[in-house]
Structures are given as structure tokens and as C-alpha cells.
């Protein structure tokens, strides 16, 4: 399916979270040009029993395999589900891409810091830097109990100050840091710091499996990417393409991994 040749289909989401104010539509604006483009997949629990998360990571890995100039992909939580043993395991599954990517610890993945270090060889909390031009920032928002946490915000606020520089962060939590989902937690403090850094472009979360829209938090946008695996959530699973044109525009849309077509899209 060609990018402009899209489809805009209703997020089909639970009784609960249709209630909320999620923004499932908006304008969406291909850039001319994109210089980067990166996929969010969340939620995959490889392990998960009486599921069948080979085939779904299977599937997953196919999509992305399809798109065209991929720079990299996210992994933002949930990458196992509970069981440390198969930790190493998605790895190897995840070492098939074609493409370089990047882990993101959620509350099922019940391994030590010092374990997630060493299997994946960067920290639970990370950052990096694209082209010179994009930051990103990975956050933990759980240990190895499993409990939703507030992130680090010395962490945080350490790793936007370093990006003041840059044009454009995104930055990637596995559990939303506001209570607005069911499965959120409320942490003010960080919200309060990330709307107070005019380049931060976008917060994507994961942990909601029936979540997969945007919602907006001291104009920031907050987008959610529903799930690729695991017993339950959105009856399309799927994941987020995020792209950025020379120009500085930004697009987002999420696509159904089974078929590629676009569920729904944000000019950012």
C-alpha cells in the first residue's frame, strides 16, 4: 500500500477507554521528504502461555520488514512476559531485523538492572542521539517486582538538559506517567517536566493494550500503541510509525501489522 493511499479507520478500543477524551483522528500531513523514521511496537510477551507469541513476533517482524527506510525500531515494554528465561530468548527473535533497535523495560519484564545491562547491553534508562538532529530517551518505568513507577526524573531532566541543543526528543516510557488509563500511574512531576522543553515532540507509551490513541497533557502529545502480542487489548494489533521531514514536520500513524493498513494518524 502506497504512504498517501491510506485509509482512516475508527480505533476500535473498550468500553472504558472509549469513554476518555482520546483524539482517534487528526489531520496527517506525509512530509515531502523524511529524513527519519522509526516504528514503536509495544507489548509482545514473548512466553506468554497459551498465547501464540511466535507467530505474533513473527508477523510483527515481517510488517517492519515491509516498510521502506526504517532507521530503527523501539521495543517500548513488555518485551517478555514475566519469566526472566526468555529474555535472552526475543532477543535472538529481535536479532533478525534488518534494522538496529532499542529495548525499553516495562513492568512484565521481571529481570535486575544489572540482568536487562547485561543481555541487552545498554541500561534500563538510555538515551541517544540520530543524525545529530533527534534525541531520544528511553525510561524506566518499573523493577524487577513488576510495580508501575514514577521514572527517574533526575534521569530525565540530566538527559533534556544534555538535548536542549537538538531540534526535536521524543522520549519513550513503557507505563503512561498519568493516571488517564487504567493502568496508568499519576506522577505530576514528571509531566510538569516534560512540557517545560519546548523540543519535546512526542511521549510514546505502551502497558495499555486497549489504548491506542493520543491525548494531550500541557500541549504535549502522549500516544499509545496498543499491542503486538499478549492475551488481550485492541482487536488489531499493531504498531506506530513515526516519520520527520527536512522541514521539521512530523507524522505519526499507527498500522495493523496483519494487513498494513493505517488505522489512524497525527501531524505532531
Given at each position: 500500500?502506497?504512504?498517501?493511499?491510506?485509509?482512516?479507520?475508527?480505533?476500535?478500543?473498550?468500553?472504558?477507554?472509549?469513554?476518555?477524551?482520546?483524539?482517534?483522528?487528526?489531520?496527517?500531513?506525509?512530509?515531502?521528504?523524511?529524513?527519519l523514521k522509526f516504528i514503536v511496537a509495544s507489548d509482545g510477551h514473548f512466553g506468554q502461555p497459551n498465547?501464540?507469541?511466535?507467530?505474533?513476533?513473527?508477523?510483527l517482524i515481517d510488517a517492519i520488514h515491509k516498510e521502506e527506510n526504517v532507521d530503527f525500531v523501539i521495543?517500548?515494554?513488555?518485551?517478555?512476559?514475566?519469566?526472566?528465561?526468555?529474555?535472552?530468548?526475543?532477543?535472538?527473535?529481535?536479532?533478525?531485523?534488518?534494522?538496529?533497535?532499542?529495548?525499553?523495560?516495562?513492568?512484565?519484564?521481571?529481570?535486575?538492572?544489572?540482568?536487562?545491562?547485561?543481555?541487552?547491553?545498554?541500561?534500563?534508562?538510555?538515551?541517544?542521539?540520530?543524525q545529530d538532529k533527534y534525541g531520544f530517551v528511553l525510561a524506566n518505568s518499573s523493577n524487577e517486582a513488576?510495580?508501575?513507577?514514577?521514572?527517574?526524573?533526575?534521569?530525565?531532566?540530566?538527559?533534556?538538559?544534555?538535548?536542549?541543543?537538538?531540534?526535536?526528543?521524543?522520549?519513550?516510557?513503557?507505563?503512561?506517567?498519568?493516571?488517564?488509563?487504567?493502568?496508568?500511574?499519576?506522577?505530576?512531576?514528571?509531566?510538569?517536566?516534560?512540557?517545560?522543553?519546548?523540543?519535546?515532540?512526542?511521549?510514546?507509551?505502551?502497558?495499555?493494550?486497549?489504548?491506542?490513541?493520543?491525548?494531550?497533557?500541557?500541549?504535549?502529545?502522549?500516544?499509545?500503541?496498543?499491542?503486538?502480542?499478549?492475551?488481550?487489548?485492541?482487536?488489531?494489533?499493531?504498531?506506530?510509525?513515526?516519520?520527520?521531514?527536512?522541514?521539521?514536520?512530523?507524522?505519526?500513524?499507527?498500522?495493523?501489522?496483519?494487513?498494513?493498513?493505517?488505522?489512524?494518524?497525527?501531524?505532531?
Amino acid at each position: 500500500m502506497k504512504r498517501r493511499q491510506f485509509i482512516k479507520k475508527a480505533t476500535l478500543l473498550t468500553s472504558m477507554t472509549s469513554l476518555m477524551p482520546f483524539l482517534n483522528y487528526g489531520k496527517m500531513d506525509f512530509p515531502d521528504n523524511s529524513k527519519l523514521k522509526f516504528i514503536v511496537a509495544s507489548d509482545g510477551h514473548f512466553g506468554q502461555p497459551n498465547t501464540d507469541f511466535q507467530g505474533s513476533h513473527a508477523m510483527l517482524i515481517d510488517a517492519i520488514h515491509k516498510e521502506e527506510n526504517v532507521d530503527f525500531v523501539i521495543f517500548n515494554g513488555d518485551l517478555i512476559h514475566d519469566e526472566p528465561k526468555w529474555m535472552s530468548e526475543v532477543k535472538k527473535v529481535y536479532d533478525t531485523l534488518r534494522v538496529p533497535y532499542y529495548p525499553v523495560k516495562g513492568n512484565h519484564d521481571r529481570i535486575s538492572e544489572l540482568d536487562w545491562e547485561k543481555i541487552w547491553e545498554i541500561p534500563a534508562d538510555y538515551s541517544f542521539v540520530v543524525q545529530d538532529k533527534y534525541g531520544f530517551v528511553l525510561a524506566n518505568s518499573s523493577n524487577e517486582a513488576g510495580d508501575y513507577l514514577c521514572v527517574d526524573i533526575d534521569f530525565l531532566q540530566n538527559k533534556l538538559d544534555s538535548f536542549r541543543s537538538l531540534p526535536i526528543v521524543f522520549i519513550a516510557i513503557h507505563i503512561s506517567q498519568n493516571d488517564w488509563t487504567r493502568h496508568g500511574v499519576s506522577c505530576q512531576h514528571i509531566l510538569d517536566l516534560v512540557a517545560s522543553y519546548p523540543n519535546v515532540r512526542a511521549v510514546f507509551h505502551g502497558h495499555d493494550h486497549d489504548v491506542d490513541g493520543i491525548m494531550l497533557n500541557q500541549k504535549k502529545p502522549y500516544l499509545w500503541s496498543g499491542h503486538f502480542g499478549g492475551s488481550w487489548g485492541s482487536p488489531l494489533p499493531g504498531y506506530r510509525v513515526c516519520e520527520v521531514g527536512e522541514d521539521g514536520k512530523v507524522i505519526t500513524y499507527l498500522k495493523s501489522m496483519k494487513d498494513g493498513m493505517i488505522l489512524s494518524g497525527h501531524t505532531l
